[in-house]
């Protein structure tokens, strides 16, 4: 559950929801093991973006047709890796190898960084 609080002066603080735990495995089972959540530091998330920025540019400019990109923010939105108070409240996805904002949606190169990938790349939308 994400929560935002007002400090004295008036600045917004932010405080991270808490991430679910992973289903309890069967007996006889391993149970699923997801990363756990990654906070990269600023160089990382400027290296990770400058590595889209460079796909997408290779790739021409191709944006998300805008029915993917709604389906791609519903799936951000319900992902046990999203902070919506995260990056200056423009979201932030806490998977290890991402710290994205949902910008990334728009991006037609771009993918989900989870291991099994929740959205892909798609053919580009015309302009």
């Known amino acids: 559950m994400s929560a935002i609080g007002i400090i004295e002066h008036g600045a917004p603080v932010y405080r991270l929801r808490e991430l679910p735990r992973p289903p ?4 006889g089972t391993v149970a699923p093991r997801l990363p756990p959540p990654e906070h990269a530091p600023l160089l990382t998330k400027a290296a990770r973006l400058r ?21 791609r ?9 999203f902070n919506r108070g995260g ?21 037609a190169t771009s993918r989900c960084p989870l291991p099994e990938p929740k959205w892909r790349a798609v053919a580009p939308s015309p302009r």
Do not use: F, I, V
């Open 24 to 27: 309890a495995a069967l007996p």
């Open 51 to 71: 590595r889209e920025l460079l796909n997408w540019r290779r790739a021409g400019y191709p944006l998300t047709p805008r029915e993917e990109r709604r389906r």
């Open 73 to 81: 923010d519903a799936l951000c939105a319900a992902c046990e890796y």
């Open 87 to 107: 990056n200056l409240g423009l979201g932030e996805c806490l998977a290890p190898g991402c710290g994205c904002t949902r910008a990334k949606t728009w991006l």
